[in-house]
């Protein structure tokens, strides 16, 4: 274990010795007292490395990042996993805004509530397939521009007050997946997308990012699959096609 | 050629303690220098509630001059207009920088000397005869501009980053139980010492980040009441539009949130009647003052702070609380910085505005009254 105290260090000092101590062949790395310094991971390749970090992160954690995995102990801020390529980003606590922004392959797992616009332009192509799981809440406009990928929001942390999600729920959507636990109200949903029931090939899928959440955050599996899912899809692959053109 | 980001994007930040406890600008300062990279050096500021309990009674006027010329002139038609009951230069460090000068003035309305004058400068009317003064000291006299005007507040801000503008103005030195802090990346309006947020008005002050692409719109609209835009800056338009609509008009500040960032359309037509017709007039009669565009904004004014989010949610801003005091910033990291162990961590709505105000005893200890008003 390599550790580094992040307190008073300036984030593109701590990004360098980041770098630094994976070119030194470190492959466990622990960062102290972060707050708020950008781009943690940025860009990073190793597969094998994993950096856990102690305070809470700042924006574009783990932007362009390509096999690393990172764990955050505390809440995360903006635009996590912005444009991420592989590797893994686990949160235990809240994030911010534009969760997953682009995001083109790996993992994120957020044990709590997301902000606005969470997997905004996600994408896929071929073996370059996204997840994204989150334990809470979200705010509105989740999944707009959808490209492609897999969004599991299990809303655990709903109440009465609280809604699960908001309005544009998958605003321009246009690929991927959207699996919600306990059902979405549909009046949330843009005229690009519909609400459906789940394959029986796609419960397996959520039942093994499911499985896999709930070992991270130490949470009941059966409880988490108590409620039904249902899932969100686009209705056409270019909800804009005829914006502009009149089509045939 | 060395890669360099701009990583663009105001920040801002403020604190209240609801009990009234003062607390020095260090704090403040931190917060907002944390998210030094979020500016660039061309504006800061930072306005502070409750730093002036010996002149308590008196409109304290922030004026930035050009020169000289500008301060003479200004001084001779504060003479004619109001009581000064003391004056003098603001106190500042050196800096490095062409800079304005910098005076206050603690001032009450006195009587007019012509029948024409004590008709337009009503005595009995102080906020009004104080806004129209400094109205007409922005609009008129070249190079003297009043950065703030509130009793028991002042603004202080120019063209630097926040760390560098905090030393200027001495903002340590100052104690004040509600500090509200800027942090600018201009856009498409100059980088001017006047220019820097927050933009205040009797006791109101806003610090944003985003734009108001709605400007042109709230400015004609704010005009047909006296209100002249002079600052080049988007921002200004928010400071005059809650004097407008809380003092003027008497709306409660959780519905003028709805005046700012309206609900869409689509979202009004699933309410309840009683809210839709609510909304929809809201939306009818005021739609001059609407804030179109992203923005997250933090106002300070008498007795407490509010933070609201466009409709959209186009911008960061974040809650928290510890104990009495309530933390808001652009980033949750600015929070973390200065208090640790927060009691609650919350990501208001868009269009949902976060309301802090002091408890009623605080209000009196620090006003010297029980009845609340707003500037």
């Given at each position: 274990m390599y550790e580094i105290d992040a307190r008073g260090v300036y984030y593109r000092d701590l990004n360098e010795n980041i770098r630094e101590a994976i070119r030194n062949h470190h492959k466990d790395i622990v960062l102290h007292n972060v707050c708020g310094q950008y781009y943690i991971g940025c860009g990073l390749n190793d597969k094998d490395v994993k950096i856990t970090i102690n305070g809470v992160p700042g924006n574009d954690l783990g932007a362009f990042m390509n096999g690393p995995t990172i764990i955050v102990n505390d809440d995360a801020q903006d635009g996590i996993g912005n444009t991420m390529n592989g590797g893994k980003i686990v949160v235990y606590g809240n994030a911010g805004d534009v969760v997953a922004y682009s995001m083109r392959g790996g993992k994120i797992f957020i044990e709590k509530d997301v902000g606005y616009r969470a997997c905004i332009h996600m994408k896929a192509y071929k073996e370059m397939n996204p997840t994204v799981v989150i334990g809470g809440c979200s705010g509105a406009f989740m999944g707009e521009y959808m490209a492609g990928g897999t969004l599991i929001l299990l809303g655990l942390t709903r109440k009465d007050d609280k809604p699960l999600t908001g309005v544009y729920l998958a605003t321009g959507m246009h690929g991927g997946k959207i699996f919600i636990r306990g059902g979405v109200d549909e009046r949330l949903l843009w005229k690009e997308a519909v609400v459906v029931d789940p394959t029986k090939e796609e419960m397996k899928k959520i039942e093994s990012e499911v499985k896999e959440f709930c070992n991270l955050f130490k949470i009941d599996y059966n409880k988490v699959m108590d409620k039904e899912f249902v899932k969100v899809v686009p209705k056409s692959t270019r909800p804009y096609g005829h914006l502009y053109i009149p089509g045939p | 050629?060395?890669?360099?980001?701009?990583?663009?994007?105001?920040?801002?930040?403020?604190?209240?303690?609801?009990?009234?406890?003062?607390?020095?600008?260090?704090?403040?300062?931190?917060?907002?220098?944390?998210?030094?990279?979020?500016?660039?050096?061309?504006?800061?500021?930072?306005?502070?509630?409750?730093?002036?309990?010996?002149?308590?009674?008196?409109?304290?006027?922030?004026?930035?001059?050009?020169?000289?010329?500008?301060?003479?002139?200004?001084?001779?038609?504060?003479?004619?207009?109001?009581?000064?009951?003391?004056?003098?230069?603001?106190?500042?460090?050196?800096?490095?920088?062409?800079?304005?000068?910098?005076?206050?003035?603690?001032?009450?309305?006195?009587?007019?000397?012509?029948?024409?004058?004590?008709?337009?400068?009503?005595?009995?009317?102080?906020?009004?005869?104080?806004?129209?003064?400094?109205?007409?000291?922005?609009?008129?006299?070249?190079?003297?501009?009043?950065?703030?005007?509130?009793?028991?507040?002042?603004?202080?801000?120019?063209?630097?980053?926040?760390?560098?503008?905090?030393?200027?103005?001495?903002?340590?030195?100052?104690?004040?139980?509600?500090?509200?802090?800027?942090?600018?990346?201009?856009?498409?309006?100059?980088?001017?010492?006047?220019?820097?947020?927050?933009?205040?008005?009797l006791g109101w002050s806003v610090v944003h980040n985003g734009e108001i692409s709605s400007y042109g719109a709230n400015k004609r609209y704010l005009e047909m009441y006296g209100y002249k835009c002079?600052?080049?800056?988007?921002?200004?338009?928010?400071?005059?539009?809650?004097?407008?609509?809380?003092?003027?008009?008497?709306?409660?500040?959780?519905?003028?949130?709805?005046?700012?960032?309206?609900?869409?359309?689509?979202?009004?037509?699933?309410?309840?009647?009683?809210?839709?017709?609510?909304?929809?007039?809201?939306?009818?009669?005021?739609?001059?003052?609407?804030?179109?565009?992203?923005?997250?904004?933090?106002?300070?004014?008498?007795?407490?702070?509010?933070?609201?989010?466009?409709?959209?949610?186009?911008?960061?801003?974040?809650?928290?609380?510890?104990?009495?005091?309530?933390?808001?910033?652009?980033e949750e990291s600015a929070i973390r910085y200065i208090a640790d162990d927060l009691d609650e961590v919350y990501m208001p709505k868009a269009g949902e505005p976060v309301i802090a105000m002091l408890t009623d005893e605080a209000y009196e200890k620090v006003y010297g009254s029980k009845e609340r008003t707003y500037v």
């Open positions: - | 050629m060395e890669l360099a980001k701009d990583i663009s994007g105001c920040g801002i930040a403020g604190f209240i303690n609801t009990d009234g406890e003062r607390i020095s600008g260090v704090d403040i300062v931190d917060a907002i220098t944390l998210m030094k990279d979020r500016g660039n050096g061309l504006g800061a500021g930072f306005s502070a509630y409750g730093i002036y309990p010996d002149f308590k009674e008196f409109y304290a006027l922030h004026i930035m001059y050009d020169d000289e010329h500008a301060r003479k002139a200004t001084e001779e038609y504060l003479e004619r207009k109001v009581h000064i009951e003391q004056h003098g230069g603001m106190p500042t460090r050196p800096i490095k920088k062409k800079r304005p000068i910098f005076f206050v003035y603690f001032v009450q309305p006195r009587e007019q000397s012509t029948k024409g004058e004590s008709e337009e400068f009503r005595i009995e009317e102080a906020d009004e005869f104080i806004f129209k003064l400094v109205m007409f000291i922005n609009e008129n006299i070249d190079g003297a501009f009043v950065i703030s005007s509130g009793k028991n507040m002042g603004v202080f801000k120019g063209v630097g980053f926040p760390d560098e503008i905090a030393n200027f103005f001495r903002v340590d030195e100052y104690k004040a139980y509600c500090w509200t802090a800027h942090n600018r990346f201009p856009t498409n309006t100059p980088g001017w010492w006047g220019g820097a947020h927050p933009f205040s008005l002079t600052q080049k800056t988007d921002t200004e338009v928010v400071a005059y539009l809650l004097d407008l609509l809380v003092r003027k008009h008497g709306l409660p500040m959780h519905i003028v949130a709805k005046i700012f960032a309206p609900p869409l359309w689509s979202e009004i037509e699933y309410m309840d009647e009683k809210d839709k017709e609510l909304y929809k007039a809201l939306r009818m009669v005021y739609g001059g003052a609407m804030l179109n565009g992203p923005f997250s904004i933090i106002v300070g004014f008498r007795g407490g702070m509010f933070g609201l989010n466009d409709r959209i949610k186009l911008r960061p801003l974040i809650v928290a609380r510890k104990g009495s005091n309530v933390y808001m910033a652009s």
